[in-house]
C-alpha cells in the first residue's frame, strides 16, 4: 500500500511532500481511535526487543533520526509507527526560517536525499510548548543547535540556553555540531573548539542534575566527512568528558559512488544509501578507540534490518533511520526491529547486546572486542 502512496507523493516536490503527509496524518489523529488504528494497521503486534543505552530503557533499538519532526509536533502518530525512540529537532534558541526552498532533494536510484534545510524550526520557546502537549509514548531526544547568525564564538551560548530551555522535558539530548547546512557548525568538531564547548555542556548538565534531580545524558552528533586524526580527537574528548553517547553519522558532503549523477550536484547534506558504509566506517573506528565505555547511536544508510545489524556490529549499541522511512515506510521501523529479534534468537543468546558481541568476536577475533559497558542489556522475544 505504502508503494501506491509512494508513487503519488513522489509526484510532488519532496518538502511539500513531507509537509502533505504529517498534515495529513495529523489531522487523521483528530479522530477518535487513529492511534489504535495506525497501530493495528503498521505495528500489528510490537516486537519487544528490550536495550538499556545511557542509563534509559527501550521497547526496542530503532529510533527515528533527528530532522524529521524538528518542532515536535507528531510524536503520537511517529511513536505508532513502532519506534523504539524519537530523536526532536535539531531546535535552536530562536525560530529561523531556514535556507530558500527547493531544499531537499530525492535520488530515487540511490534511495537517497540530500537537503540544505538549514536548521528550519519553530524556535525553543514554542518547541517547548509542542513538546509538553505531546505526552510520551517512548523515549524522546531533542537534537540541539546553535542558530544561522550566531557567530562560532558565541555558539556554546546557544547550545547552554536551548539545553537549558528543554533539560526536563528531554529523556536524552543530542549536540548537533556536524550539519553541513550551517555555515561553519561542523569546525566545531575541531579539537579545541569541541574541547570549549563540551566542557561548557558537561558543567551545565552538572547544574541542571542538581536542580531538577535528574540527570539526563547528552549525546555528540557527528558527520562522517571526519579523518583518522579528528576521529582519535573526538573520541579522547568524549572519554575524557564523560559524554554519554555520540551519535554517528549526519549526512555527508561526499558523493560517494554519485560523481556521473547530474542530482547529486545539488549542495547539501546526502543521506540514505549511498552513506551507508560511510557511516559503518566511522562507527568501527569510534568503536575501536571508544570499546564500549561510551555508547554508540548508529544512523545512516540503514534500510533493513541487515543495515542495522551491520551497525551494531560496527559498534552501535542503538540504531536510527529517517531516509529509509521514506522510501520503504512506516512498516518499516518494525520490519528492521523484527529482523533483528529474529537474529538475536537465531544466535541462541538471550539479549541483543550478547548476540552482537558474539557477532564481533566472530569477525575480529582479538582480546580488543571485549564486552561493551553501554549498560547495553537487551533481551529479545517478539
Ligand atoms: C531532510 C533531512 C533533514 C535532516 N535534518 C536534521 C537535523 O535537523 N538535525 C540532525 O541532527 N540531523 C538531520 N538530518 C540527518 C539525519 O538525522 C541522519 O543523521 C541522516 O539523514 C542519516 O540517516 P539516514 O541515511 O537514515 O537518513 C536530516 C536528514 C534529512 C534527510
Not at 81 to 88: K, N, W
Not at 346 to 365: D, I, K, N, W, Y
Request: proline share 7%.
Amino acid at each position: 500500500m505504502y508503494k501506491l502512496l509512494r508513487a503519488l507523493l513522489f509526484r510532488l516536490d519532496a518538502e511539500t511532500s513531507h509537509h502533505l503527509t504529517f498534515s495529513l496524518l495529523r489531522f487523521f489523529y483528530l479522530l477518535p481511535g487513529a492511534g489504535a488504528m495506525t497501530r493495528a494497521l503498521i505495528t500489528r503486534r510490537p516486537t519487544t526487543l528490550p536495550v538499556t543505552v545511557m542509563g534509559l530503557n527501550f521497547s526496542n533499538p530503532v529510533g527515528l533520526a533527528a530532522g524529521l519532526d524538528k518542532n515536535a509536533e507528531y510524536v503520537q502518530p511517529l511513536s505508532n509507527f513502532g519506534f523504539g525512540f524519537l530523536e526532536l529537532g535539531t531546535v535552536t534558541p530562536r525560530p529561523q526560517p531556514g535556507n530558500p526552498k527547493p531544499r531537499m532533494f530525492r535520488l530515487p536510484r540511490q534511495a537517497a536525499l540530500i537537503n540544505r534545510m538549514g536548521f528550519n524550526n519553530v524556535g525553543a520557546g514554542k518547541f517547548l510548548v509542542n513538546l509538553a502537549a505531546q505526552g510520551k509514548p517512548c523515549p524522546l531526544g531533542v537534537n540541539i543547535g546553535k542558530n544561522r547568525d550566531t557567530p562560532l564564538e558565541q555558539a556554546a551560548d546557544d547550545y547552554l540556553a536551548v539545553l537549558n530551555s528543554v533539560y526536563r522535558l528531554a529523556d536524552y539530548v543530542a549536540v548537533n555540531i556536524s550539519s553541513p547546512n550551517t555555515t561553519g557548525l561542523r569546525d566545531l568538531q575541531q579539537e579545541e573548539n569541541l574541547e570549549v564547548l563540551l566542557r561548557a555542556l558537561k558543567n551545565e548538565q552538572a547544574a541542571l542534575a542538581n536542580k531538577y534531580g535528574r540527570y539526563v545524558p547528552i549525546a555528540l552528533k557527528i558527520a562522517p566527512d571526519l579523518d583518522d586524526t579528528q576521529i582519535a580527537a573526538i573520541a579522547r574528548l568524549v572519554l575524557e568528558h564523560k559524554f554519554d553517547a555520540v551519535i554517528a553519522t549526519n549526512t555527508t558532503i561526499a558523493r560517494p559512488g554519485l560523481a556521473d549523477d547530474p542530482r547529486a550536484r545539488q549542495s547539501g547534506g546526502l543521506s540514505g544509501r549511498p552513506l551507508k558504509m560511510q557511516a559503518t566506517e566511522i562507527i568501527r573506528k569510534l568503536y575501536d578507540r571508544l570499546q564500549g565505555a561510551v555508547p554508540i547511536i548508529g544512523v545512516g544508510g540503514i534500510e533493513n534490518a541487515e543495515d542495522a545489524w551491520e551497525k551494531l556490529v560496527a559498534g552501535a549499541d542503538l540504531v536510527q533511520i529517517y531516509t529509509a522511512l521514506i522510501y520503504e515506510g512506516p512498516c518499516q521501523v518494525q520490519a528492521i526491529a523484527r529482523g533483528l529479534a529474529e537474529r538475536v534468537r537465531a544466535s541462541g543468546c538471550a539479549t541483543l547486546a550478547e548476540a552482537v558481541q558474539q557477532s564481533r568476536r566472530a569477525r575480529h577475533p582479538s582480546p580488543a572486542t571485549e564486552t561493551p559497558s553501554s549498560g547495553g542489556d537487551a533481551t529479545a522475544g517478539s
